[in-house]
């Protein structure tokens, strides 16, 4: 069964930098594209960049040159560097990978970004 760990979340101030982890186990047949997403307190879950296993980005415009996503395939770990931080950025932070047929979601990292 895959199972997910995230971690990096927290409290910091606007500007500074977080990185966020998420270590992926119990694939049978390997892991696919990974990603992060977001959801702040009323909105939707939204996609904040995903990466596949040949190392193709894709971010949503607002976090471009500002967030960077990668992946160790050894390790089975994606990562978001997030810098800059903006209130805006504030959510809870969700991992997604694609493995042995189906999508699986992280529990969620909470990111708060305020002064």
């Known amino acids: 069964q895959v199972q997910l760990v995230e971690s990096g979340g927290g409290l910091v101030q606007p500007g500074v930098s977080l990185s966020l982890s998420c270590a992926a186990s119990?694939?049978?047949?390997?892991?696919?594209?990974m990603g992060w997403y977001r959801q702040a307190p009323g909105k939707q879950r939204e996609l904040v960049a995903t990466i596949t296993r040949g190392d193709n980005t894709n971010y949503r415009d607002s976090v471009k040159g500002r967030f960077t996503i990668s992946r160790d395939n050894a390790k089975n770990t994606v990562y978001l560097q997030m810098n800059s931080l903006k209130p805006e950025d504030t959510a809870d932070y969700y991992c997604?990978?694609?493995?042995?047929?189906?999508?699986?979601w992280g529990k969620g990292t909470l990111v708060t970004v305020s002064s």
């Open positions: 997604y990978v694609n493995a042995d047929g189906r999508g699986y």
């Open positions: 119990g694939s049978i047949f390997g892991f696919g594209a």
